[in-house]
């Protein structure tokens, strides 16, 4: 899990690190902030909308039958 958690975040900074350079470049640095400040924003519902926020107490752990 966790070469698959580096590779997710560490191949995107690339494309991340490009896309705000071209953007820094064609409509301004100060721009591209907003639109980064704004996107970041957005992760705020992807947290409300999911089912963490209905829950009332904390979920019972599956029993393992395997032993």
Partial sequence: MNATTR???WGTLP???ILGG???ITIGV???IYIGA???GLAVL?????P?????KQP???ASTSR
């Fill in 7 to 9: 590779t997710m975040v």
């Fill in 52 to 56: 963490v926020v209905r829950l009332k």
């Fill in 22 to 24: 071209v953007l820094g």
């Fill in 38 to 40: 704004a996107i970041s």
């Fill in 15 to 17: 494309a991340g690190s």
């Fill in 60 to 62: 019972e752990p599956i």
């Fill in 46 to 50: 992807w947290i409300l909308s999911g």
């Fill in 30 to 32: 100060v721009n591209t």
